[in-house]
């Protein structure tokens, strides 16, 4: 079997961007709405952005398919109308990378909780890389900096990394992952028990 | 010999499954053959054809290795779910789509949909028409239409009357036919009765995927009519073995002597043949009454009922087209959508849907609407959990419910992960389980198979005679025969109850048999039919030749009968 995306798992991918295309699309206002709270609150909600590329790559464990997921998920965000416009693309962009060079440096070969919440940490550097030129991160207090990083960072680690391992685990409780996955090593050598 | 499909030594696991599916199983398929694959449900009949098409490994991954294959060059297929085949959201371009990948000119294409669709027996009054829009019958002859467009060599069905009325299930076999000339056939089904004189091979499985039998369909349906009753296959009479078995006769005291019991309400009280209903319910208060009842959906009333009730013991069969509005009285009679008019709960106004759930249990057309738990037990132990029971009440009660319906060793199972069979009874387990008196079933019969559908309605038939009284929705007129007490038709949002369930379940029968004659099924008619000389011996046949569920094995059938008339005319002439 190769490692290479079938037209099943292109598929797969795509469906679950529409998905979380649309929650992302929805988060906005949500992020706005936490604005209020002050102190950077808001950015405990950062990481709902990128779990599109951590939830697609542990259902479906190939290559390519966090970024092709996050940045799917992006474009729909945009083309729903996203107050980031094109922005929301280009962030999703820096942010599929960012994921998807973590599941690289696995060798694609790790489904753990720790490979998922580094990959939302991989994503959440790629979205930071992006804040340095478009945002207002350079300007701010150093007090305020560090609550904006940290809490960035501990929203990757729970909702891009934990959120999206317990939601792919009570998926596969259900059986519905089973034939999405790739064939292992083991499952063939047991053909010829 | 001319192979069109066929592998050798072949093996298969799926990933995480406890056994091989497959253990070096050899298997041809020669050019011009029809041929059928039968066999316990999950043995593995589908996934051979995925195989034999090279959909596995190709576009499903799973772990598989052969001798040698042969893999027909064009090939077609048909599966089994008529809502989840198309890509295209109309008729004209779900076709187009097809064409185009085969190069086909644009310029040429409107004549070869309409080519396509003459062919299926589709006839739509305009091509470009949401698919949506069209009957589960016709979304399958479409199906058949878009694997025709391949002009394939071999045409691969798995199971395409599963999810089908009676109606859809007989426009869809001679679509079929029709598709099927000039080329291979190979063909998975449970509902044998109007194929059997159209395969010339039958090739019957065990549940280790291991070939039982493999010869002309006469040969092994005599040879092992004990298995097609094991496995469930509806083939033709298999109601009337059922009705001639211990079983059925021994459920409920049931035989001539049965009475309807007395209804005002209703007219036209049944001929000969009644039913007894439970001693408390002649004569006693209906549990439900109806009056001037309207069911909306939205601002519109989709269903009229002038007026009708309901009794202890009453078995109510609701009938009617597709769209008639079946689905939405048992809504409207659980308050899961807006009502208006008198509607009586024990001689009191009927509340909300929380009050109604105490007295009335529902079970949803697709069991997996129901599930709410990640586990059989938790599922079963949900409503009673909600009322605040203590946890020994809930256990024990759980624990005989799991054992009623067979779930017990599934009972840490995820719900999504059980059988057809066990997830349909999964939920009427879980609906039933406060006891309520009342039990709304919206098609609970539907795509199961013959021994699951038996077991189910045995069930149902024991509590209604110990004075539950049951509405249930249904197509199938052998079910409505046997079973209900009274009928309720539906028809274009209006509730009528006029006829006996003999008279409901003739006339249907008769509309069917009449198709077929006018849409020229005379040629299968006249052949003499192979198989059913194994089908009609089977009236003689030892009563255990029906065994129960869990057992295994029963007799062959006496074949003291000799070559009969197919299934369909026998039906005619009863």
């Known amino acids: ?193 | 010999m001319d192979v069109a499909a066929g592998v050798e030594k072949l093996r298969l696991k799926f990933s995480g499954a406890p056994a091989l599916t497959f253990r070096d199983l050899s298997l041809s398929i020669r050019r011009g053959e029809r041929v059928l694959l039968l066999g316990p449900s999950g043995c593995g009949k589908s996934t051979l054809l995925q195989v034999l098409t090279g959909l596995i490994p190709h576009a499903v991954e799973v772990p598989v290795s052969y001798e040698s294959i042969v893999v027909p060059g064009r090939w077609g297929f048909v599966f089994q779910d008529p809502d989840t085949q198309f890509c295209m959201p109309f008729v004209d371009e779900e076709l187009a789509f097809v064409l185009e990948n085969q190069c086909v000119p644009r310029g040429q294409m409107i004549p070869r949909i309409e080519q396509l669709l003459e062919r299926v027996g589709l006839r739509l009054e305009r091509l470009h028409m949401p698919i949506a829009q069209l009957s589960q019958g016709m979304k399958q002859r479409l199906a058949i239409a878009g694997a025709l467009a391949l002009e394939p060599d071999v045409l691969f069905v798995d199971e395409p009357t599963a999810l089908l009325d009676p109606e859809g299930t007989a426009q869809v076999w001679e679509a079929i036919r029709a598709a099927g000339e000039g080329r291979t056939v190979v063909i998975v089904e449970h509902k044998i009765e109007r194929i059997v004189d159209y395969i010339d091979r039958v090739v019957l499985f065990d549940r280790g995927g291991g070939i039982t039998a493999d010869g002309r369909p006469a040969d092994v349906f005599a040879s092992f009519k004990h298995r097609l009753v094991e496995d469930g296959i509806w083939y033709p009479g298999v109601w009337d073995d059922y009705t001639a078995g211990r079983r059925y006769s021994g459920a409920s005291g049931r035989g001539a002597n049965r009475k309807l019991p007395d209804s005002p309400e209703t007219t036209g009280v049944p001929a000969a043949g009644g039913r007894e209903t439970s001693a408390a319910s002649a004569g006693t208060e209906p549990l439900i009454r109806l009056g001037g009842f309207e069911v909306y959906r939205g601002k519109e009333a989709k269903l009229r009922v002038r007026s009708a009730d309901v009794r202890p013991g009453e078995w109510i069969a609701v009938v009617g087209p597709n769209g008639a509005g079946k689905s939405t009285l048992l809504l409207g009679l659980m308050r899961l959508l807006r009502t208006s008019g008198g509607y009586e709960l024990n001689g009191r106004p009927a509340g909300n849907t929380r009050e109604l759930a105490d007295q009335i249990a529902f079970v949803f057309q697709n069991p997996e609407f129901q599930f709410v738990t990640n586990s059989v037990y938790a599922e079963v132990a949900f409503s009673l959990r909600k009322d605040k029971r203590p946890e020994s009440e809930v256990a024990a009660k759980t624990e005989q419910l799991l054992d009623a319906f067979e779930l017990a060793d599934r009972r840490d199972q995820h719900p999504f992960l059980l059988s057809l069979g066990q997830k349909r009874r999964l939920s009427v387990a879980s609906a039933i389980v406060k006891e309520q008196r009342i039990l709304l079933l919206d098609e609970p019969t539907f795509g199961q198979d013959a021994r699951n559908t038996f077991a189910l309605l045995e069930k149902l038939e024991e509590w209604r005679a110990r004075g539950t009284a049951i509405v249930m929705v249904t197509h199938d007129p052998d079910i409505v025969r046997r079973f209900a007490t009274r009928v309720w038709e539906v028809e274009a949002g209006e509730l009528r109850a006029e006829r006996s369930p003999q008279e409901w379940a003739d006339a249907v029968e008769a509309a069917l048999s009449g198709a077929d004659s006018q849409a020229g099924a005379a040629a299968p008619q006249a052949q003499p039919p192979l198989a059913e000389a194994a089908f009609a011996g089977a009236r003689e046949a030892d009563e255990d030749a029906l065994p129960e569920p869990a057992s295994v094995g029963g007799e062959p059938a006496d074949l003291g009968r000799t070559f009969a008339a197919v299934a369909v005319n026998r039906r005619k002439e009863r």
């Open chain 1, 1 to 193: 079997m190769s490692k290479g995306l079938k037209l099943t798992d292109i598929l797969v991918t795509a469906v679950i961007a529409i998905v979380f295309g649309l929650i992302y699309r929805i988060w906005g206002p949500v992020y706005d709405l936490v604005k209020v709270v002050g102190l950077q609150a808001e950015q405990l909600s950062y990481g709902m952005w990128f779990i599109a590329s951590t939830v697609a790559f542990l259902i479906i464990r190939k290559p390519g398919v966090a970024l092709i997921a996050e940045v799917a998920a992006a474009f729909f965000e945009m083309v729903l109308g996203a107050s980031y416009s094109v922005e929301s693309l280009t962030y999703g962009i820096a942010q599929g990378l960012g994921a998807e060079i973590v599941f690289a440096l696995f060798a694609y070969r790790s489904y753990s909780l720790a490979a998922a919440v580094l990959a939302g940490i991989g994503a959440g550097i790629g979205s930071l890389a992006m804040d340095v030129y478009k945002g207002y991160m350079t300007e701010l207090q150093s007090w305020n900096l560090a609550l904006y990083l940290i809490f960035r960072f501990i929203s990757c680690i729970v909702i891009t990394g934990g959120l999206a391992y317990y939601l792919v685990k009570a998926l596969e409780a259900t059986g519905v992952t089973r034939i999405v996955r790739p064939v292992s090593e083991e499952d063939r050598r047991s053909l010829h028990d």
